[in-house]
């Protein structure tokens, strides 16, 4: 068995009596100088250790997030109506979606960019509009001339005025003309406005008579409106309460349309029925409110392929011509992003850890890019984007987890004036290449380490210094006393 005497014997601490010790001022003064030295250099040391480090590499992308991108976006367009605005995306691999409406809401919006009502719904066509194919006979004019001055005093008059908008130059409204008029004629002869007066179709010259298709937010040709007596109110804002006609422009398409319109309204309560909306349409397929202001906010999202690809707002029509002189595609961007949206609370823990982090994932949100017309018109608004991806990671227990993927992205803006109708184009370009970045955090061995480093090398440090002043100020005692030594 072994004594405690021979453990005794490798004791690495062996203890000096205290009698044996001397204390001494300038002991005291290093002890407190060491103590106070070794707080700090802790304190330094577990911050270093509370902190996160971050190394970071620009590697081939390898994303796992499959071969589609998604693009959040929420615009505003104060001079483009709903009625007409596409969303169209398309890329070099001949990726070509027009007219995009599954993902994409629409609200109508006035001057000051605030919503005037509920959602605009675009209704889909179902199929191609029918033409009449008689030619222009000049002779035949059945609808009324309508202007400045006379289009509120029949609007009032009759429970039911249709009214054709066109432009002379337009080619669609030269298509329409002879079946409009030969339909205003026919519905005229049924519908007398004297001894019936339930309906009355109409027509306005967009040419001459400018500020009345403003003030009707008249951007395509030819734009059929359907006002009921009574419920075309305006108010400051210039909003209207109507219905834009969409069916066949054939003749005896406009004509069955109309006697659609006419058939639930008697003839004793027409102004009755008219003013309180009382009425049921057959005919709903073809016709639709009509935009309650001239702008337009596009929200929503859409997937495009990750090559290089456009995201393209326009004036679409299969039966409209635009007046591009006339088009204004200034727009305010209030959101745009790539990827996946992160959460307000994911982004600010992964801003906490790493700050720099996030600041060009919106560059664009709340810029606005105004057309003033300096540059002349048909002014097309493109945007260059080149998108980057990065993708966060934190190492735990000697492993890798993906904390946070996003697309941030540069961008460069200018005005273009092109031939083809104006419109806002977003050019986008992943590049392939990615960032990653890595949180490198520190092992608790390697702080407890350096802790006792610490500890003992002050320790050391500090016995070293009261060593050297000790047999500093012995050495004086004897000078002074005049012994040899």
Known sequence: ??????????????????????????????????????????????????????????????STDGDFLRIDF????PSLSCEFA????????????????????????????????????SMPVTHSLKHGEEADDDSVEGSHVL???????????????????YAPWCYWSKRLKPSWEKAAKTIRERYDPEMDGRILLAKVDCTEEVELCRRHHIQAYPSIRIFRKGSDVRDDHGHHDHES?????????????????????????????????????????????????????IEGYVRVKKVPGNLIISARSGAHSFDTSEM??????????????????????????????????????????????EVGANVTIEHYLQIVKTEVITRRYSREHSLLEEYEYTA???????????????????????????????????????????????????GITDAILHNTMRLMKKVEIGKNF
């Not at 203890?15 to 304190?43: C, H, N, V, W, Y």
């Not at 949206?341 to 560059?363: A, F, N, T």
């Not at 184009?425 to 392939?432: D, G, I, N, T």
Request: aromatic share 8%.
């Open 328 to 373: 204004n595609m200034s727009h305010i961007i209030s959101h745009l992003s790539f990827g996946r949206k992160m959460s307000p609370k994911v982004m600010s823990d992964v801003q906490r850890l790493i700050p720099y982090l996030g600041g060009s994932h919106d560059r664009l949100n709340g810029r606005s890019f105004i057309n003033h017309r």
């Open 147 to 165: 202007t400045a001055n006379n289009f509120d005093s029949y609007s009032h008059e009759y429970p039911i005025l249709v009214v054709n908008f």
């Open 412 to 462: 460069h803006s200018s005005l273009v004036q092109s031939i083809y109708i104006p419109a806002a184009k977003f050019h986008f370009e992943l590049s392939p290449m990615q960032v990653v970045i890595t949180e490198d955090p520190k092992s608790f061995s390697h702080f407890i380490t350096n802790v006792c480093a610490i500890i003992g090398g002050v320790f050391t440090v500090a």
């Open 86 to 121: 596409s969303i169209d995306v398309s890329d070099v691999l001949g990726t070509n979606r027009l007219n995009i409406t599954k993902t994409i809401r629409k609200f109508s919006i006035g001057p000051d960019l605030r919503p005037t009502g509920s959602e605009f719904h």
């Open 1 to 62: 068995m072994i004594s405690s005497s021979k453990i005794k014997s490798v004791d690495f601490y062996r203890k000096i009596p205290r009698d044996l010790t001397e204390a001494s001022l300038s002991g005291a003064g290093l002890s407190i100088i060491a103590a106070l030295s070794m707080l700090f250099l802790f304190g330094m040391e577990l911050n270093n250790y509370l902190t996160v480090t971050t190394s970071t590499a620009v590697i081939v992308d390898k």
């Open 245 to 297: 006609y969409y069916g066949d422009r054939d003749t005896d398409g406009l004509v069955k349309a109309m006697e659609e319109l006419v058939a639930p309204i008697p003839l004793e309560e027409s102004h009755k029925l008219a003013l309180d909306g009382k009425h049921k349409n057959t005919a709903e397929n073809v016709k639709r409110p009509a935009p309650k202001a001239g702008g337009c906010r």
């Open 74 to 77: 929420n615009m505003s367009f």
